[in-house]
């Protein structure tokens, strides 16, 4: 792989990353945990998210424009370069999402403000909702998604696999970090398994809008297995019935002994193997979203 196309995937990958864990964090505690918004551990995902999309935005529009230039990735920040990426249709689209996650900044800026009281005020959640929207639409308009013979459909499947995604990884981070680092009983009881809920929805809109993506871009079982592109789909699915048999062992503890957990307010010993399932999970999602990155930038007939 040129150099230049490894650090396109790279900042894709971040990009992804901090996709996931700002849209699924301001998800989360919109939804589920408004609470959370004044506390370290879930601001702290959506700081990491917000930063992690920007400059995964900003290096990836001056990488992609390097990479069609053939020219090194040391490129990314020429003046001639960034002219002629705002000249694309590429260009323009990351333009509009670097402004997005600018916007992004505002919203979080006001949660890291005001917290619960924002987190449950109409107008943030309209803000927060239409960058979110935003945020997940020009992912998709740089994509596979737009070459197939049903752009509409395969566009609506690509918008709904990134906002189950998010919605998926997102909370696990949120969960990780903020709720089961307290190990409050109160915020266990209740929010576990909403979460656990909002999860298995999640995971059934990512398989099924997949499978669309899937059939839609590579059009023939043979070509899962002669192309590049679709042995990197194999190895993201692989990874992924990896995590979801991880995520199933979750939510297994949830039913099985998460009533125990809140009786024993919280303690670290029965809280623990839940903990370290979650961890799994949310570690095991990174080699996903680099895989995602891979297909993004393949060309599904090689």
């Known amino acids: 792989m040129e150099p230049v196309k490894a650090w396109y995937v790279l900042a894709r ?24 918004a004044g506390h370290r551990g879930a601001r702290s995902v959506l700081v990491a998210g917000w930063l992690l999309g920007l400059l995964g935005t900003l290096a990836g529009l001056g990488l992609q424009a390097a990479w069609a230039a053939q020219r ?3 490129d990314l920040l020429a003046l001639d370069l960034l002219g002629q990426a705002l000249d694309s249709q590429f ?24 917290g619960r009281v924002a987190a449950t005020a109409l107008p943030w959640r309209v803000g927060a909702g239409a960058v979110l929207l935003g945020l997940l639409r020009t992912t998709g308009l740089t ?15 690509d918008l709904a696999h990134l906002a189950g995604a998010s919605a998926w990884i997102g909370g696990l981070a949120v969960l990780l970090f903020g ?21 298995m929805t999640s995971v059934a809109v990512v398989v099924t809008a997949g499978v669309v993506l899937a059939w839609q871009t590579i059009g023939s079982i043979g070509r899962v297995f002669s192309t590049t592109y679709g042995q990197t789909l194999l190895v993201k699915l692989a990874v992924l019935a990896v995590v979801l048999l991880i995520a199933q062992a979750s939510r297994s503890w949830v039913g099985r002994r998460l009533d125990f957990a809140v009786v024993l307010r919280g303690d670290a010993g029965t809280v623990r193997p839940f903990v370290y399932s979650v961890a ?23």
């Open 143 to 157: 994509g596979h998604a737009v070459e197939s013979t049903r752009p509409w459909l395969t566009q609506l499947a």
């Open 91 to 114: 260009g323009r689209i990351w333009f509009a999402r670097a402004l997005l996650w600018l916007l992004g900044g505002v919203v979080l800026a006001w949660l890291l403000q005001r």
């Open 179 to 199: 709720v089961l680092a307290r190990r409050d009983p109160e915020e266990l009881a209740t929010v576990v398994p909403r979460y656990s809920k909002l999860a």
């Open 13 to 36: 990958t971040v990009d992804y990353a901090g996709l996931t864990l700002f849209a699924g964090g301001l998800l989360f505690l919109a939804v589920l945990w408004p609470a959370g």
């Open 280 to 302: 799994a999970e949310t570690t095991l999602v990174l080699v996903v979203l680099l895989a995602a990155s891979f297909l993004v930038t393949a060309s599904p007939g090689r």
């Open 72 to 74: 090194p990735p040391g």
